[in-house]
Structures are given as structure tokens and as C-alpha cells.
């Protein structure tokens, strides 16, 4: 799930970056320090969206960068535990599907991508039901459940994990023929 945070802390300016406008400059250093790294509490950091304010400058001596009070605008992207997320296969591996939701990706493991036995086929690349035949890949649109997380410093070092094993869950194609075949 996405959210906006306001934030209040002091953010460290290198003086390359004092000689125009300080907001300006506090924007960029929070954007430089903060985009793409992952808070314990808010999740990804996917954009610093504004200043809003910026008050007292301090300088540390021995420390050449000048200490800024600021509050601002954070976006974030928080993965919940049982939370129904769209996505888009962005990878198909031996294993399971990665799947992009929002500024990171989860793991839809080949025992959670449908009620059927699975293949994988390398030379598609995707997993194909050996009953219904269903076939899912590259850049397939899916709907999953979220039913792990695991959040480290970075993105690349946290994991989700993904079940379409539910109803209501599944490539979007499947979806739309139970949908039409429930209403037809």
C-alpha cells in the first residue's frame, strides 16, 4: 500500500550544493540520500515529493556539510501481509514468477501460481497447468495475495512473497473468463 508521510529531521547539505536556492538544495540532497531505501516502519521510499519547510542551518566544525532543519513529503510503498495486489511478471524463473508491485518485486513460488500441476518451460519462457492448459509468463498482467514480507536496508536484500492460489486471484485473463462465465 502506498503512503505520504511527513517527516521533521535534519538533513546534512554539502556546500556544492549551497549556492542556490536552499530549498532547492535540501530537496536534492533528501532525494539523493532517501529515494530507493527502505524504512522499517513507512517501507520503500519511493520519493521525496516536497519541502515544506526548511528552518534553522547549523555547522558542526570538523564537518564541512551544513545541517538543515526540514520538514517534508515523503511517498512510500509498504507491502502488507494479505493484501491483494495487481502486477505485471517482470521475470520467470524454474522456481516461480517475480512479479513487479509497485517499486519492488515478489515471488509468486511455482506452487502458488495455480490449483493445477505446473510446468516450467524454458524455451517460452512460463509455466504452463498440465490440466487446463493455462499458460503464464513475461509481462502477463496478475492479481496475488501477499503472504510474506520481509523487509531489509535495501530493496534488493527484501522479500515478498505471493500467493495466486485463491479465488479472485490469477492472470487477468482468467479472472475476466470466471467473471464472464459466471455472468454468461
Not at 546534512?12 to 542556490?20: F, Q, T
Not at 520503500?44 to 516536497?50: G, Y
Not at 524455451?123 to 492479481?143: C, H, L, W
Amino acid at each position: 500500500m502506498f503512503y505520504l508521510y511527513t517527516v521533521r529531521d535534519s538533513v546534512a547539505v554539502p556546500p556544492s550544493k549551497l549556492s542556490g536556492d536552499l530549498k532547492e538544495a535540501v530537496l536534492s540532497q533528501l532525494k539523493e540520500d532517501l529515494e530507493g531505501r527502505v524504512d522499517e516502519d513507512m517501507g520503500v521510499i519511493v520519493a521525496v515529493t516536497k519541502v515544506k519547510e526548511v528552518g534553522d542551518a547549523v555547522i558542526i566544525p570538523g564537518d564541512p556539510n551544513v545541517f538543515v532543519d526540514t520538514v517534508f513529503e515523503v511517498l512510500t510503498y509498504l507491502p502488507l501481509l494479505q493484501e491483494v495486489v495487481d502486477g505485471y511478471v517482470v521475470d520467470v524463473a524454474e522456481f516461480g514468477l517475480f512479479v513487479r508491485i509497485g517499486p519492488m518485486d515478489g515471488l509468486v513460488h511455482m506452487s502458488q501460481i495455480m490449483d493445477d500441476y505446473v510446468r516450467y518451460d524454458p524455451s517460452i519462457p512460463a509455466f504452463i497447468g498440465r490440466e487446463t492448459g493455462r499458460m503464464v509468463g513475461m509481462k502477463d498482467k496478475v492479481r496475488a495475495r501477499i503472504v510474506t514480507v520481509s523487509l531489509k536496508e535495501t530493496i534488493a536484500e527484501s522479500k515478498v512473497g505471493l500467493t495466486m492460489r485463491q479465488p479472485g486471484l490469477g492472470k487477468w485473463e482468467w479472472l475476466q473468463e470466471q467473471e464472464e462465465g459466471e455472468n454468461g
